[in-house]
Every structure is written in structure tokens, then in C-alpha cells.
T-cell receptor, first 110, second 117 residues
């Protein structure tokens, strides 16, 4: 069963707006990662946040992690049409594997 | 570097046929993974390998076998394909920098789209 669940399932915004996606998970984790998938392509790693971190930034990306609520959020600021993609959170529980959520489909219109 | 490559890109099988998907990486990565992705679903782990000659089951291993005879290659086999195995298959790899592969970035191939009729 899926460990992480993204919310919303789909998000449609205009260029320049911010996009926020959330991820909830069920069990304690080592770290949480966000990946992006363009249509028909493989996943690309965006950012990793460890269980002892609360917030992390990378360019226009901001990730937060609340381990007490078992949730994370990904904020993309000043969205561009090129940000249109599916975004997945992935949680690490064990030694060497990740469990992916079902993803949020983001559409950024010009 | 080509990164992670997958062969073939597309394949159509009839029920009961067998086939092997090849994943190759030129980054000297230790760990390799096979996932499947179905519509509206995230990736589900089929099998993985933490080193040459080793394999382990993931979340959905039934109906699949794998082999890691060479460090750079990870093969996924379907012995008797079923329509339920229609999916997009992704391979990924990484080298653990901290002794725990779970803290590192996975690098993905472009995927193989398989249809079983």
C-alpha cells in the first residue's frame, strides 16, 4: 500500500502564482524526497528533507516537514509553464528503498 | 554519460509470452531498482538489488524475476505475461553516499511501456 499520499490530486494555476502540494504518510520515516515527472518521462529528483529537518529550500522550491503530523509540503514559487508535471513524494523507512505516493498533477497555464 | 537506459522502449506481448527488460547504468551505481507505474498511481517497487549478484523483493514482486549478474545491468523478466502486467516500467539506480541508500537520490531511466493483450 502507498505510504505517502499527495494532496491535491490535480492543481491548475496561472504562471506567476505559487503552487503548494501536500504529502501525508503513515509511519515514521528516515527522510522524505520529492520527485518530478514530465509526461511520458522518468522521475527526476527535486529535493530531500531529513526527519530532523523542518524546512529546506532549493531555488524556487521550499519543502517543509512536520513529523508530528506526518506531513510534508512542497511549495513552488512564481510558477512557470515549464513546471507543468506530476510531483511525487517518496518516503524512506528502511535501508535502501523508497515508497512513492500517487502524485499531484500540476498544470501551469501561460 | 548516458545515465540510466532501458531497453526496449515499447513492447506488446500476448498473454503467456515471456520477455526480459534490460536496465543499464554507466554511473557505477551500487543499487538498482525496478518499479511499475499504473495510471493514477505512483511507482510501486517490484524488485531491487543492493549489489552485483544480490536481489530482493519489493512491494509487488509476484510474476516477475530479476537478475544482477553485472553491476551495470539489472534485468527484469516476465515468464508468463498477464494483462495485469500492462504498465510502464521504470528502472532506477543510486550509490549510497552515507551507507544507507535511502538517503540518496535515485536516478531514473526513461521507462518501458509494456502492453499485454
Amino acid at each position: 500500500s502507498q505510504q505517502g499520499e499527495e494532496d491535491p490530486q490535480a492543481l491548475s494555476i496561472q504562471e506567476g502564482e505559487n503552487a503548494t502540494m501536500n504529502c501525508s504518510y503513515k509511519t515514521s520515516i528516515n527522510n522524505l524526497q520529492w520527485y518530478r515527472q514530465n509526461s511520458g518521462r522518468g522521475l527526476v529528483h527535486l529535493i530531500l528533507i531529513r526527519s530532523n529537518e523542518r524546512e529546506k529550500h532549493s531555488g524556487r522550491l521550499r519543502v517543509t516537514l512536520d513529523t508530528s503530523k506526518k506531513s510534508s509540503s512542497l511549495l513552488i514559487t512564481a510558477s512557470r509553464a515549464a513546471d507543468t508535471a506530476s510531483y511525487f513524494c517518496a518516503t524512506s523507512i528502511g535501508y535502501s528503498t523508497l515508497t512513492f505516493g500517487k502524485g499531484t498533477m500540476l498544470l501551469v497555464s501561460p | 554519460n548516458a545515465g540510466v537506459t532501458q531497453t526496449p522502449k515499447f513492447r506488446v506481448l500476448k498473454t503467456g509470452q515471456s520477455m526480459t527488460l534490460l536496465c543499464a547504468q554507466d554511473m557505477n551505481h551500487e543499487y538498482m531498482y525496478w518499479y511499475r507505474q499504473d495510471p493514477g498511481m505512483g511507482l510501486r517497487l517490484i524488485h531491487y538489488s543492493v549489489g552485483e549478484g544480490t536481489t530482493a523483493k519489493g512491494e509487488v514482486p509476484d510474476g516477475y524475476n530479476v537478475s544482477r549478474l553485472k553491476k551495470q545491468n539489472f534485468l527484469l523478466g516476465l515468464e508468463s505475461a498477464a494483462p495485469s502486467q500492462t504498465s510502464v516500467y521504470f528502472c532506477a539506480s543510486l550509490t549510497p553516499t552515507s551507507g544507507r541508500g535511502s538517503t540518496d537520490t535515485q536516478y531514473f531511466g526513461p521507462g518501458t511501456r509494456l502492453t499485454v493483450l
